[in-house]
């Protein structure tokens, strides 16, 4: 039986698996999650989790957060340089194939079930129309799919560094604070996790709100501020309003670049709104404040209502289309 080693490899965390012809693309003979950053490399990664393992691995496939350029990557939001040919020699493999993360979760949309889904707009979706894909998470991912007349096609994109547009007043300031402090300011600094606390500092530099004690005890004892952020503004029985302004103009901006992305490249098949942060923000999704910033489009607003809008759930989907580029499906 050959085993193939498939990996999700973002800033936040690395997933591996081992998948085999046999059970197919969804069904893992073995798995772990590890934090990226509390490693040096993706070498050590790989070697912790198979010395957990006795299976063994003929070849690799990765979707890896970054541009994939003659078989390397610069890791986006790590400080990695990987090479297909030297893990290849590294762990004897007959190959490695990188591809880009979102591309990976892009072909992994192909084998997701409507369970794994949540619809936020329902819409009427076109047969063989393009699917566009958006990811906030460490980063902001781009990806799309096209129909190529037999089969859907997944194809990379790093739209996620394209300038950020501001669309009112407040987001016309946000963009000169956040120009002072970085320069070039792309939707990734404003529509990812690190943008969610870029945000959230913005509102409360400008006397938009009051910070509750409680909460700034928390943020005080935490490196990663965002989940902090997240909870505060879910939570129903000590709401912080700050956390939950935050929050809004997040999913609003999140909102306007899926539009714009299922704009450029027609998205007639359906947007899906995937990464970490998506499934825990529901509630704020579900709002009218999101597919109206999808919508507005202004000629092309009954278009952008027509198109079918989910968010994935499944965890695993750029695992499971690692998995099918390795088994060819």
Not at 163 to 182: G, I, N, V
């Amino acid at each position: 039986m050959a085993n193939i080693l498939v990996g999700d490899i973002g800033g936040t965390k690395t997933t591996l698996a081992v998948v085999s012809p046999e059970q197919g693309p969804r069904d893992f003979r073995a798995g772990k999650t590890f934090p990226s950053a509390h490693f040096s490399s993706l070498e050590e990664i790989i070697e912790e989790f198979l010395a957990g393992t006795d299976l063994a691995i003929d070849r690799a496939v990765f979707g890896i957060a970054g541009p994939v350029r003659d078989g390397w990557v610069r890791t986006t939001n790590l400080s990695w340089h990987v090479e297909e040919a030297r893990l290849a020699e590294a762990f004897g493999w007959s190959s490695v194939c990188f591809m880009n993360d979102l591309e990976a979760m892009a072909a992994g949309v192909l084998h997701l079930d409507q369970s794994d889904l949540f619809v936020l707009n329902a819409g009427s979706a076109l047969q063989e129309g393009s699917l566009a894909v958006i990811a906030p998470g460490t980063g902001l991912g781009e990806a799309f799919l096209v129909w190529d007349g037999t089969r859907y096609r997944a194809h990379a994109s790093e739209g996620g560094h394209a300038d950020f547009a501001p669309k009112s007043l407040l987001e016309r300031d946000l963009l000169a604070y956040l120009t002072a402090q970085f320069g070039h300011v792309s939707y990734e600094r404003v529509c990812s996790g690190p943008g969610i606390w870029h945000i959230y500092g913005y509102l409360k530099r400008s006397g938009c709100g009051e910070e509750p004690a409680w909460l700034s005890q928390e943020l005080s004892n935490t490196e990663d501020m965002t989940p902090v952020i997240v909870n505060a503004a879910l939570d129903e029985e000590r709401p912080c309003e700050l956390c939950a302004r935050a929050l809004d103009q997040f999913v609003s901006i999140l909102g306007a670049e899926a539009g714009n992305l299922a704009l450029k490249v027609l998205a007639t098949g359906g947007v899906y709104v995937g990464g970490g942060i998506a499934p825990r923000i529901i509630p704020f999704l579900e709002k009218e404040i999101f597919m109206k910033s999808f919508r507005d489009k202004g000629r092309y607003t009954e278009l952008m209502e027509k198109i079918p809008v989910h968010v994935i759930l499944n965890p695993d989907v750029a695992l499971s289309g690692a998995a099918a580029r390795a088994l060819r499906i």
